[in-house]
C-alpha cells in the first residue's frame, strides 16, 4: 500500500484549494449562492411623498404587473456587455419582483393621499384598471457608466368594456460609479422613484 509524502499532500491540499477558490469565484460572478451563504435580502421603497395628493375620479385597480421570466424573480438582474444576462451576487429581493413593485406601487399612491385605489385582494369595485408591464428592472453593466435601468409600460383599462382609454411608458436610469449592492440597491430605489411619480401624475390627470 502506497504512502503519501507530507511534501506531496501539501500539492495535493493546495491544488484543492486553488479549485475550490476557481468555482467560487465563478459562483460569484454568476450570482449563485455559495453553500452555506445566505443572500442577503433588500427591499424596494414607495416614492417620498411630494405635493398634495387628492381623490381620484374614479376607483383604480392596480393589478399585479406583467413581467418577462427574467424578472419574474427575487434575484436582482444585471445585463453583462453584449447582451449577457446575470444576476448580483448573494443578493435578492424581499419578494418576486412584479408583486414588490405592485405593493410600493400601490403605497405610493396611498401616501399621496390617494385612497381609492387597491388590489384585487381588496376586494373592491374599481372603474378603471391599472395595469403595468416591467420592460426594464435591472443594473445595465453594458453602458459606460454603468446605470440602474426602470422602464414600466402603464394603461387605464376601463372596467366594464375592457377598453384600453390611455397607455403610456415610464423610464428611468440612475448612472453607477460602480457595481455593489451598497450603491445598486439605492439606484435601483431611485430610478423606481421617478417612474413611480410619472405614473402617479399621469393617472391622476386621467382618472
Do not use: H
Amino acid at each position: 500500500m502506497s504512502k503519501t509524502t507530507p511534501a506531496r499532500s501539501g500539492a495535493l491540499t493546495r491544488r484543492r484549494l486553488l479549485t475550490l477558490a476557481a468555482g467560487s469565484g465563478v459562483a460569484l460572478l454568476a450570482g449563485c449562492a455559495l453553500p452555506g451563504m445566505t443572500p442577503v435580502t433588500y427591499d424596494l421603497a414607495a416614492t417620498p411623498t411630494s405635493g398634495s395628493g387628492r381623490r381620484l375620479g374614479r376607483t383604480v385597480l392596480i393589478t399585479e404587473p406583467e413581467a418577462i421570466q427574467t424578472y419574474d424573480t427575487q434575484r436582482i438582474v444585471v445585463r453583462e456587455p453584449g447582451g449577457v444576462l446575470s444576476y448580483l451576487g448573494q443578493s435578492q429581493w424581499s419578494d418576486v419582483l412584479p408583486r414588490l413593485v405592485q405593493t410600493r406601487l400601490l403605497q405610493s399612491f396611498q401616501d399621496r393621499g390617494i385612497t381609492n385605489v387597491g388590489r384585487v385582494s381588496d376586494r373592491i369595485e374599481p372603474d378603471l384598471l391599472l395595469t403595468t408591464d416591467i420592460r426594464a428592472f435591472e443594473i445595465d453593466a453594458s453602458t459606460a457608466p454603468a446605470t440602474a435601468a426602470v422602464s414600466i409600460t402603464v394603461r387605464l383599462v376601463d372596467d366594464w368594456n375592457r377598453r384600453v382609454l390611455a397607455t403610456e411608458t415610464f423610464s428611468a436610469n440612475v448612472a453607477l460609479a460602480e457595481i455593489t449592492p451598497a450603491l445598486a440597491i439605492p439606484a435601483l430605489n431611485a430610478a423606481l422613484a421617478e417612474v413611480t411619480d410619472g405614473i402617479i401624475g399621469w393617472t391622476a390627470g386621467r382618472a
